[in-house]
């Protein structure tokens, strides 16, 4: 008996197998095979946990998201206020007291925030009035979402500098950072329409968006090196840069004069003696030497090498680029070809070469610790060699992504040129494949997003000062974005009447306007549940959607066919149900009520009008008018049994199947970002540590020189400071001409320069030298010499410097000299 038991499941499973192939596969599917799977478009408990999960992950992220954007624009004026400090520019007070603002609470106030208070009569209270309020929202940001065409529009009617201020907050908040499939799609709809706005009305020659600084390109680039693109950029060029910072002997430099005077430097450094070269050379001059010559060839066989690697590294990893990269790159070279139909390919692969390479990947090669292609522990960073030597190979693979060769003062390096044609044929059919991607339909399979499908509404978390900005632009524009009359934006906009105040959206009492409160408060966030206000049919209303119909149609015949047998739906609607069908089909329903008591409210769906007390025979009816109906509008077809019906449904299941499927990717992709956020929270926090102890350090310093006020923070040219136990250093400008030193001072005879004397002391700033100088002994003027400014110098090349205007001194040796007299080298 065993066996036949097994013997019989091995045919039931192949059967099984069998038809859902059919169901996938054919392109009639027959009714029998559709009633079999229909049971898959419920939604199942397990449907639920995982929406769910979903809803609760979203929301970290973005809370995630914005407390990281916070710490990092917090931990950036913080640089600039510790720079500041080091120049003795501001006190050490001013620095502490930004401090204060760099704790670790931001995330946690950020997410108390989310949650408003319902007992303060906020947007959120349980009133008549602010219910209204609410869901006047609800239904905007609904129709912003789901129609890109208003936001297209209101970017261009704001200056570049608003625009992209409310890009980065107001639209990716309203696509919750494409978190899921379903925003992703909306956001890349938006993109695509503000672009081919953007070039239809403001672009007249191609160059400009090579030139310019088009709105809709930065913010494509700047969403897609965030938090999803970020990590599309380390699969691709970290083991590549990697590789560059790991070679400690790499010195990469194609400019004669550059590699000439750190030739120069490199004699004097290591002799202490002048060398007899001039300072000065044009290139020519440069190259007339044999050493820079030898020099220049190896840095640009070393760069041909490394480009290589950067190069097969990116052509290999095409399908690495996020897809929404990809498609607007699609888009731009298709909308700048109908505008400009006289282009040639090679005109318009320069341009979306531009964009992929120079404006998405060049500055993660150049500065890849701002872009996390690499993990920079907190305080440290990478060495000028090695940005110099990044910066060398990114302005090669710059000028072979736009074919541009090396002329005139590049004159030197005309070798590489057909390298760089070479490199570029590569980087073409790069572009070219990076640009063969499917439309936004194909790809997100938006018919998945049908009513029968999905099972939450679209939920977004704003603050209410994104709300009111929002609210305010539309008004200010709204002739702009919608100039026909019966558009629906102006009766969304009159329900919502005037643009409210921060303290009446969030239930307090009014604020002076300079009040510090009043910006917090608009920081507040909330949950808005999207509705569409113009999707609520009825049996009354004429004009009822045709779309609605049909999903309310294909939901009845769901229920029918489950329950009734039939070879075609003309069958099943023309034959009679047995009082076992109808009792079976009751049960059902009553079934199905207990699950949608249970449903969560923010799971439950806008349903089309579908009557659950019907009886099953009831429903029959009901279908046979809606198609009678459906006919008549051309969206079904009697005369073929209604299969394109049926059809429609068996797509619903795959559909469904597929939602499914990418629902667990989703909550994966969604955990793995979670993860990065928090690792990127945790880096910040380790700076705020690292500042904080640096801070704590000043302060230490300023409390064991008790009353002594010059710390740190003192101004410059304050004189008062206790003198240093080293000894000063006394010379005649003779002596430090002999030293090689003092080249020349202005208006003085080299037979007076024994009777001019420079002292040179350490001041208490570590680092920071005053020299006085003084004429026939009378005190004539003392300038404070900083130590990191003379290496920025010898950095940048600079051979020769002024001291008081009038010194011309050896930058080379003049830190030879403070090196041996000060730092013991």
Sequence with gaps: IDDVVKIQAFIRANKARDDYKTLINAENPPMAVVRKFVHLLDHSDQDFQEELELMRLREEVVTNIRSNQQLENDLNLMDIKIGLLVKNKITLQEVVSHSKKLTKKNKGQLSDMMMMNKQRGGLKALSKEKRVKLEAYQHLFYLLQTNPTYLAKLIFQMPQNKSTKFMDSVIFTLYNYASNQREEYLLLKLFKTALQEEIK????????IVTGNPTVIKMVVSFHRGARGQNALRQILAPVVKEIMDDKTLNIKTDPVDIYKGWVNQMESQTGEASKLPYDVTPEQAMTHEEVRTRLEASIKHM????????????????????????????????????????????????????????????????????????VSAGGQLTTEQRRNLGSVAKMLQHAAS??????????????????????????????????????????????????VTVTKPVIYISIGEIINTHTLLLDHQDAIAPEHNDPIHELLTDLGDVPTVESLIGENPLPPDDPNKELMGKTEVSLTLTNKFDVPGEANTEMDAKTLLLNTKRLIVDVIRFQPGETLTE??????????????????????????????????????????????????????????????????????????????????????????????ELVKLQQTNSGLNSKTTFYNMQIDSYNQYIKTCMDNLASKGNNKLQLSRKPGDNKAKKS???????TAARLKEKGVLISIDDLQPNQYKNAIFEISPSETVGVFDVKAKFMGVHLETVSLEYQDLLQLQYEGVAVMKLFDKATVNVNLLIFLLNKKFYGK
């Design 201 to 208: 009305s403001k672009v007249d020659q191609m160059k400009e």
């Design 304 to 375: 041909k090498s490394i480009t290589d690697k950067f190069l097969s590294a990116i052509i290999v990893s095409v399908d690495k680029i996020p897809y929404g990269m990809r498609f607007i790159s699609k888009v731009l070279k298709d909308t700048l070809q109908e505008k400009f139909p006289d282009s040639t390919e090679d005109e318009l692969l320069k341009i979306v070469g531009n964009l992929l390479y120079y404006r998405y990947m060049n500055p993660a090669i150049v500065a890849p610790d701002a872009f996390d292609i690499i993990e």
């Design 403 to 452: 074919n541009k060769m090396f002329l005139g003062d590049n004159a030197h390096l005309n070798p590489i040129n057909e390298y760089l044609s070479s490199s570029h044929q590569k980087f073409r059919s790069e572009i070219l494949s990076a640009c063969d991607v499917p439309s936004l339909e194909d790809k997100f399979n938006v018919d998945q997003y049908s009513d029968l």
């Design 572 to 665: 099943i609607l023309d034959s009679t149900a047995s009082p076992e069908q109808e009792a079976e089909y009751q049960r059902a329903m009553q079934r199905r009520a207990i699950r949608d008591a249970k449903t969560p409210e923010k799971m439950k769906q806008v349903k089309p009008v579908v009557d659950d007390s019907l009886t099953l025979q009831g429903k029959k009816d009901k279908i046979k008018s809606n198609l009678q109906r459906l006919a008549e509008l051309g969206k079904v077809h009697p005369e073929n049994r209604y299969q394109d019906l049926i059809n429609d449904i068996a797509k619903d299941i795959r559909n469904q199947r597929r939602y499914r499927q990418r629902r667990k990717a």
């Design 725 to 731: 136990k080293q000894v000063a250093q006394k010379y």
